[in-house]
């Protein structure tokens, strides 16, 4: 599974949110949202943009390009 997946259910999860709440954030469906963290569906970089700034941290960080999470 690529980092990106992961990652973005790792920050929901820690954030005790769920699904609905992020995909309303994005102003989506559950469903639609759901694709994203098994990588059925690509994270369109207009979505990676608004994850990034929703949890604070980088899109280095959402792609698994630095285990750094903060924002420089």
Same mark, same amino acid.
């Given at each position: ?18 699904? @609905? =709440? &992020?995909?309303?954030? #994005? ?8 694709? +994203?963290?098994? *990588? $059925?569906? /690509?994270?369109? @970089? =207009? &979505?990676?943009?608004? #994850? ?8 280095? +960080?959402?792609? *698994? $390009?630095? /285990? ?5």
């Amino acid at each position: 599974m690529k980092k990106i997946y992961r990652r973005i259910r790792d920050l929901r999860e820690d954030r005790d949110i769920n699904q @609905t =709440e &992020v995909a309303k954030m #994005l102003g989506m469906s559950q469903t639609g949202y759901s694709k +994203y963290e098994t *990588g $059925e569906n /690509d994270v369109p @970089t =207009e &979505v990676l943009i608004k #994850l990034a700034r929703f949890y604070e941290t980088s899109i280095d +960080y959402l792609l *698994g $390009e630095t /285990d750094n999470p903060k924002r420089y």
